[in-house]
């Protein structure tokens, strides 16, 4: 199995970044295609930015441009930069990942089978 455990969260605020760090065990992230959730209170859980294993990338609309997901080998992490932040991406964030053959970066959470407990992240 697929273990993740994610950190980098915090309070910051609106206009600032943070850089969300993803760590897993039991696999190789260049291998693993892999996300980026967010949940807030009283909502639906969303994407926000994903990787397929072959190195594409996807972002959903109101991220583009100012999220960037990438991964490190060495480190065997995935990230997700967020630059001009907005109160309204306050969440819990979760990276997720998976080893299933899906063809191209997916930001559905049921594209994906491993997960982490999330980071919370709030913008004031």
């Known amino acids: 199995d697929v273990q993740l455990v994610e950190s980098g969260g915090g309070s910051v605020q609106a206009g600032g970044s943070l850089r969300l760090s993803c760590v897993a065990s039991g696999s190789t992230v260049s291998t693993v295609s892999m996300g980026w959730f967010r949940q807030a209170p009283g909502k639906e859980r969303e994407g926000v930015a994903a990787r397929h294993r072959y190195g594409a990338t996807r972002y959903a609309d109101s991220e583009k441009g100012r999220f960037s997901i990438s991964i490190d080998n060495a480190r065997n992490s995935l990230y997700l930069q967020m630059n001009s932040l907005k109160p309204e991406d306050s969440a819990m964030y979760y990276c997720?990942?998976?080893?299933?053959?899906?063809?191209?970066?997916?930001?559905?959470?049921?594209?994906?089978?491993?997960w982490g407990q999330g980071t919370q992240v709030t913008v004031s």
């Open positions: 997720a990942g998976t080893y299933d053959r899906i063809l191209s970066p997916r930001l559905d959470s049921a594209s994906y089978r491993y």
